[in-house]
């Protein structure tokens, strides 16, 4: 822990910019100057993503920019004292003490707790007046080490002993007041403890019982529950989602961003008493959520509300789509392209000491189809909760625990109706928004214990399923149909094979494996049981599915962790490093994160690759005798060049699109959120 700071990571007096992402990227040069990050502009795009999301300066000339990114391969402090200071926006004025604090996004927690420590430091006068007056570079590394070793131990979840008589406007029932809160920044490093701090000291100050939960990237100690019980208020200073936050549940709650824990303690306790004494003040909700209940409403618009939970939706989907994709196209691989002919036959029947005997399609022979049975079948398993894992972890976005079983029925009921990807996304947002509104009624406290394990997932289970099956359904599975039928006119019609490929691509693409992109692959599968040895258009439209649905992820992994990595955010970054695998089989899915989090630049541009593509395989005569399973199963394909190049110029266009796309036709930053990656909260604590 002694080396997070070393001389070379320290600059006094020097110009490092008139502004603050010259500072800022100046730090994250010297950051991987030192060998502790591999790509100092990576650092840099991610800090300053940070930045944009909510500035990092403090009162009383302190900075602290900081990221926790996959560049960085160290915990690392690089420290600048700046003569003179530049705006990191303080109310207070210019920084002249700036910390970059970089993480690495998979840190382990001994060294977050270590930069915890640190950001605790800058709470103190003594440590902020000896970096002032340090002499050398070797004086601020003495300062930092002292600083982390001799920092107190977190206060978390331990309460402050008063020392000071509590003022008349803080005491309720004839006693001090009690309050508890809870600190939360989008990195859990700095502002988290910083805030914590804060609040701590002017509970002292102001001699009221005062306990705080910082909830860091280094783990959290969780205040006892008799201590939240007997509060008469809770402060939410928090950019991120309240962690369990049903232990609060009908407390009197002020929320607020982490910032204001730091700038203005004292008026937050003011308010926390305040609320505590007004009967129709806000209260924490028996089903307080991510997106709809711990962030400031204040920053979030309705537009970044609903793309976080959607977000969140994803993000518990995809390993569904991962597994369940690879394991069928494993399945392909081992028992051949027609293993789906009789693969749940197989597994039932017989086993390891007993293979098939019968309908041998794989080229291994009986062990082959054994094992090539199992995994299409696992795979397939897994892929049929896709729907219903997107709508159950959306209703879980919105209304957190109690909306998970409204959730998942409401998607399962998408799926029994054909409504697909986009009937999943209807259904579990209302099963959500249902199972939310019920979670912020007041009910009276006899019936509180049932409410989220009875109450709301039968309630929101029988509005959001019957809303589907009743009303909502079936125009969607209508217009799939229509579109399946006008998709054979097309090709009964002669239109012409090259514009039933451009159609076919489009439609792939459209919504990265909803029902227009269904609608194309449930016409390519059908239509190879009318497949013969003079028919063979079904495999020319099979293959031009199979072909332009790798685009989208291909397209985006290339984009993402090879033309263009600064323009994306650390976790679209990881998700490009998955979607490789997933694009090469023939996973459409693997582009889903990207789509959900810019939409207007990530679907045109696939479109355009997809339709690319699709052309192409019909110009070369490429045929697929397989299903699915993309380079998995290039043994059915001919010719298999042609299916590489239709591929390869696909993907090609649409990542330069897109990076086109990115680097001119740029969105202003929502308020409240810092890229994919921090969204959803729910999934990954920042």
């Known amino acids: 822990m002694s080396e997070i700071i070393t001389p070379a990571l320290v600059s006094l007096d020097e110009p490092l910019g008139a502004d603050k992402r010259a500072v800022i990227d100046a730090l994250a040069a010297r950051v991987a100057a030192s060998g502790r990050a591999v790509d100092a502009a990576a650092l840099a795009a991610d800090a300053w993503k940070r930045e944009q999301t909510d500035e990092t300066g403090l009162p009383g000339g302190i900075a602290i920019p900081h990221a926790k990114s996959p560049a960085v391969t160290e915990a690392t402090l690089a420290f600048a004292r700046l003569k003179p200071g530049v705006d990191f926006g303080a109310d207070d004025g210019p920084a002249d003490l700036v910390f970059l604090i970089a993480a690495p996004d998979t840190a382990a927690e001994e060294h977050l707790a270590v930069l915890s420590r640190l950001a605790r430091a800058f709470m103190r006068e003594d440590f902020t007046d000896g970096l002032r007056s340090a002499a050398s570079p070797e004086d601020v590394v003495a300062l930092v080490q002292h600083a982390v070793s001799d920092a107190p131990a977190p206060a978390a979840a331990s309460a402050a002993a008063p020392v000071a008589a509590s003022s008349a406007s803080h005491v309720i029932h004839g006693r001090p007041a009690r309050i508890v809160a809870v600190t939360a920044c989008a990195t859990g490093i700095a502002h988290t403890f910083m805030a914590a701090d804060a609040l701590t000291a002017e509970g002292k100050k102001e001699g009221i019982d005062l306990v705080v939960e910082p909830q860091g990237s280094s783990g959290y100690k969780a205040i006892d529950q008799s201590v939240i019980d007997n509060a008469d208020a809770v402060i939410f200073a928090t950019d991120v989602d309240v962690r369990d936050p049903q232990r609060f549940a009908g407390k009197p709650v002020v929320r607020s961003g982490v ?263 449930v016409f390519a599968t059908t239509g190879l049981a009318a497949a013969s040895a003079t028919n063979t258009a079904p495999y020319l439209i099979m293959a031009a599915v199979m072909c332009a649905g790798m685009v989208p992820p291909l397209a985006l992994a290339l984009a993402s962790t090879v033309l263009a990595r600064p323009l994306f955010t650390p976790v679209e970054r990881e998700n490009g490093k998955a979607a490789w695998l997933l694009g090469a089989a023939f996973i459409s899915e693997g582009a889903i994160p990207f789509a959900a989090a810019d939409p207007l630049r990530v679907i045109p541009a696939s479109m355009v690759g997809g339709a690319v593509t699709g052309a192409l395989s019909m110009v070369f005569g490429v045929t697929s005798y397989a299903p699915h399973g993309g380079i998995f199963v290039l043994f059915a394909i001919s010719p298999i060049w042609g299916f590489i190049v239709a591929l390869a110029a696909g993907v090609v266009v649409s990542a330069l699109l897109l990076v086109v796309l990115k680097k001119f036709a740029r969105r202003a930053p929502e308020p409240g959120l810092s890229g994919a990656a921090e969204v959803p909260s729910a999934v990954a604590t920042a």
């Open 259 to 521: 910032k204001r824990g730091i700038e203005q303690p004292a008026q937050l306790i003011s308010e926390a008493v305040a609320i505590a004494a007004d009967p129709n003040g806000a209260r924490v909700a028996a089903a307080a959520t991510s997106a709809m209940g711990a962030v400031p409403t204040a920053k979030l618009s309705w537009g970044a509300k609903i793309q976080r939970i959607l977000l969140t939706g994803v993000s518990y989907m995809i390993p569904f789509v991962a597994g369940g994709g690879l394991l069928i196209a494993l399945g392909f691989l081992l028992g051949g392209y027609k293993v789906t002919d009789n693969a749940s036959k197989v597994i039932i029947e017989n086993s390891l000491w007993s293979l098939p005997t019968e309908n041998i399609t794989s080229p291994l022979g009986p062990l082959g189809q054994y094992l090539g049975s199992v995994a299409f079948m696992i795979g397939a398993a897994s892929m049929g909760f896709l729907v219903a894992a997107l709508a159950g972890y959306i209703a879980f976005a919105i209304a957190d625990r109690p909306g998970i079983a409204p959730g998942f029925v409401a998607g399962a009921i998408a799926v029994t109706m054909n409504a697909g990807f986009i009937g999943g996304i209807i259904g579990g947002l209302l099963a959500g928004f249902v199972a939310w509104w019920l979670g912020s009624l007041n009910a009276p406290r006899w019936l509180r214990g049932l409410m989220p394990v009875v109450i709301i997932p039968l309630v929101a289970s029988i509005v959001a399923s019957g809303l589907m099956v009743l009303f909502l359904g079936r125009p969607i599975a209508a217009l799939m149909e229509a579109l399946t039928n006008g998709l054979n006119a097309l090709t009964e019609s002669g239109a012409g094979v090259v514009l039933v490929g451009v159609i076919l691509g489009l439609m792939m693409c459209f919504d990265l494996g909803g029902p227009v992109n269904k609608v194309a692959y």
